[in-house]
């Protein structure tokens, strides 16, 4: 059950990608980062989803502001922006800023996943 628990609260939050065919930055994303995203702490913590912004904006997605610009990378959680990245300038731009992004989610209070981390450090430690 705690298990369960955990997942739940870890997938809460999530990276939100506005992609469009033929952009050659978005290609390069998927080649550097996009194949073992999934398998970081931060993809477990803020999974990736992919939205084109050819195609009409997911009504669950109605509170983000879209640019045109691809990709666009935007940090949710329950409901509300927490920071995006605009553009992709290679893994290490990327990773500074996801992780700037990822403080900001721990400082915002709205994901529960870092208190939930320090209270499974306390039981198991």
């Known amino acids: 059950m705690f298990l369960a628990l955990a997942a739940t609260q870890a997938r809460a939050a999530e990276l939100v990608m506005?992609?469009?065919a033929g952009c050659?930055?978005?290609?390069?994303?998927?080649r550097?980062?996009?194949v073992t995203y999934d398998k970081t702490e931060d993809g477990?913590?803020?999974?990736?989803?992919r939205v084109?912004?050819?195609q009409p904006l997911p009504r669950e997605l109605s509170f983000i502001q879209v640019e045109r610009m691809t990709p666009l990378f935007v940090l949710v959680?329950?409901?509300h922006e927490i920071g995006r990245i605009r553009g992709y300038g290679g893994p290490e731009s990327f990773w500074t800023q996801m992780f700037m992004l990822m403080e900001k989610l721990?400082?915002?209070?709205?994901?529960?996943?870092?208190?939930?981390r320090e209270k499974t450090l306390r039981?198991?430690?």
């Open 18 to 20: 506005f992609e469009q």
């Open 24 to 30: 050659s930055w978005c290609e390069a994303f998927n």
């Open 32 to 34: 550097e980062i996009g």
């Open 44 to 49: 477990l913590r803020a999974p990736l989803r």
């Open 52 to 54: 084109d912004i050819a």
């Open 77 to 79: 959680d329950k409901g």
């Open 106 to 116: 721990d400082k915002t209070g709205k994901s529960d996943d870092r208190a939930q």
């Open 123 to 125: 039981v198991n430690g």
